[in-house]
Nanobody, 124 residues
Framework: QVQLAESGGGLVQAGDSLRLSCAAS????????MGWFRQAPGKEREFVAA????????VYADSVKGRFTISRDNAKNTVALQMSSLKPEDTAVYSC?????????????????WGRGTQGTVSS
């Protein structure tokens, strides 16, 4: 069955960096787009970044553009989110998601499987 397992979360200070990883299994990883979403306490889930099946196309939320980078390794079935210049407002549970097709965007309805998430906390 499809499984998505995030790792790499933790507690950092404002301005620091953090790298999240999502290990995928149970499907042909290279055939699907992937995305990262986040949810802060008391807030709705928010799109962060997405990448197409080949890794040649990416899209970012305006709030993270220029600070976060999404990438994938189709040989290792992993998708990563490199986060830099972190701010306290980036604090959230970060989840990866599998797209329904090879090309995805910001709409959560474009995704069909979700990981449990990993907590990223940024202190001021």
């Amino acid at each position: 069955q499809v499984q998505l397992a995030e790792s790499g979360g933790g507690l950092v200070q404002a301005g620091d960096s953090l790298r999240l990883s999502c290990a995928a299994s149970g499907f042909t990883f290279s055939s699907y787009g992937m995305g990262w979403f986040r949810q802060a306490p008391g807030k709705e889930r928010e799109f962060v970044a997405a990448i197409n099946l080949s890794g040649g196309g990416t899209v970012y939320a305006d709030s993270v553009k220029g600070r976060f980078t999404i990438s994938r390794d189709n040989a290792k079935n992993t998708v990563a989110l490199q986060m830099s210049s972190l701010k306290p407002e980036d604090t959230a549970v970060y989840s990866c998601a599998r797209g329904r097709t090879g090309f995805v965007g910001s709409n959560p309805n474009l995704y069909d499987y979700w990981g449990r998430g990993t907590q990223g906390t940024v202190s001021s």
